[in-house]
């Protein structure tokens, strides 16, 4: 059979850049008159070509039968009731939490939530003045969970670590010292730990006893048994969950913040993890530094003009958990997954990751380590609503009786201040719309 051919005066150079197939068949269609004998011929069509738009399966059903994509085998914390209304332009100072039996009986099991706190023990506490004028005292803690070394960041002299003050065996007061395990303020030549060694050795008498001591000393069946108040240790014992700061100054304000190098170190404006922080510090700062102490001053009367002005600090427990636990390698692929299209749930769920892997079990037991555990609670500086639950522990050993919504500082100054950033905002959108953050009441 013959096939109608180019034109005879076609050149090769010209047959040669025809290369597509298409543009061939059309081309020999347009000069089939080249061979009269022969006619031309259009190039062959699939059966669909002649079937009309409607006839075709266009839908986008999914077929019930399909396999559920794949994702992380690890446990993703279930979504939390959208708040309606909300509104960033009205926001309270804090906003009071309240228990729910029923909502409380509807919660999945236990099993969600760890079954025991991790171990934990500060092993080492130093003051750090900052560059705001302020001083916080950092805390560094192991634990029996992971290898990591988790921090409290501490403003203010009413939140001391009981792991920290305990005595260890074989130990001296300048090995005490060296760890942080000291009341008051170190200075050259300090020899003892503990303020009552010190004042006894310089001569200061003691301070009154207490009216609460003085009127359980007068108990008739007390008096046997009270001990001399100047020789009760300066870090009495106290219950595990039992809060030891002070009633009259409130609830300490507590920040939960997981370590994100990329918004506190390099100037990430992906996130406001760094703004988070920086807030947080701000709120609970206390004030200028105490002066270097002395003997004849510490633990007594000191100038009225350099004593700290009233406020009852707080914690920023800082967890080594990276990329809301994933860690800072996959963090900086889901970054790339990001630029793709992708928000920073489904980023996380694409590298076979639960949408959000932090646990907050080490956080609780350090805040019991604190002393803020029981009934007196604490303000919890946090937009997330499953935090609220996670940090108070399997048996509610901390209350969190206030949550305190985290603005972002754009916001409240209508974008003069703050991060701003599309990739920012797309965040702080899949923080409402994915996890459920409430950015008010």
Same mark, same amino acid.
């Given at each position: ?72 085998? +690890?446990?993703?914390?279930? %979504?939390?009731?959208?708040?309606? /209304? ?14 729910? =039996? ?99 050795? +310089? ?46 100054? /409130?609830?300490?304000?507590? %920040? ?27 709120? !609970? ?13 510490? /633990?007594?009367?000191?100038? =009225? ?55 907050? /079990?080490? +956080?609780?037991? !350090? ?75």
């Amino acid at each position: 059979m013959l096939i109608a051919g180019p034109p005879a005066d076609l050149g090769f150079d010209d047959v040669i850049q025809i290369s597509h197939k298409s543009s061939l068949d059309r081309f020999l269609a347009q000069h089939s008159h080249a061979s009269p004998g022969l006619t031309g011929f259009e190039p062959p069509r699939t059966k669909n070509r002649e079937r009309a738009v409607s006839d075709l399966k266009l839908s986008h059903a999914v077929d019930a039968k399909v396999p559920p994509p794949l994702v992380s085998p +690890a446990f993703t914390p279930p %979504r939390t009731p959208s708040v309606e /209304g909300q509104r960033h332009d009205r926001q309270p100072g804090s906003l009071p939490v309240s228990v729910d =039996p029923e909502a409380e009986a509807k919660r999945p099991a236990q099993s969600t939530f760890l079954e025991k706190l991790p171990e934990v023990r500060c092993e080492v506490r130093a003051r750090i003045p900052t560059t705001t004028g302020t001083e916080m005292w950092l805390h560094l803690y192991h634990n029996n969970a992971d290898e990591k070394e988790h921090l409290a960041i501490v403003f203010g002299p009413h939140i001391r670590s009981k792991s920290l003050d305990a005595q260890r065996p074989g130990e001296s007061e300048r090995d005490r010292m060296i760890r942080g395990a000291y009341s008051g303020t170190l200075y050259p030549g300090r020899v003892s730990s503990r303020v009552q060694q010190i004042r006894r050795d +310089a001569g200061v008498p003691s301070q009154r006893p207490s009216a609460s001591y003085l009127a359980q000393a007068n108990e008739p069946q007390a008096r046997a048994s009270s001990p001399d108040p100047s020789q009760i240790s300066e870090t009495s014992s106290t219950s595990d969950t039992e809060s030891t700061y002070p009633p009259e100054l /409130g609830p300490p304000m507590v %920040r939960i913040h997981s370590e994100c190098y990329t918004g506190e170190t390099v100037w990430s404006a992906r996130c406001d993890c760094g703004e988070q922080l920086d807030e947080a510090a701000r709120l !609970m700062s206390v004030g200028p530094p105490t002066p270097v102490s002395t003997p004849g001053s510490e /633990g007594g009367d000191q100038n =009225p003009l350099l004593e700290r002005p009233p406020s009852s600090g707080g914690v920023i427990i800082y967890l080594r958990q990276e990329g809301r636990g994933i860690g800072l390698l996959s963090k900086l692929k889901a970054y790339n997954l990001q630029d793709l299209g992708h928000d920073t749930m489904e980023a996380n769920l694409l590298l076979r990751h639960p949408g959000d892997a932090r646990s907050y /079990g080490l +956080a609780t037991a !350090m805040l019991l380590d604190l002393g803020l555990g029981g009934e007196q609670g604490i303000k919890l500086l946090t937009n997330n609503p499953e935090e609220v639950r996670a940090v108070e522990g399997p048996n509610r050993e901390v209350r969190v009786v206030e949550r305190v919504p985290m603005i972002p500082l754009a916001w409240q100054t209508g974008g003069k201040r703050g991060v701003n950033s599309p990739e920012v905002e797309k965040y702080i959108s899949t923080k409402i719309e994915k996890f459920k953050h409430m950015f008010s009441g």
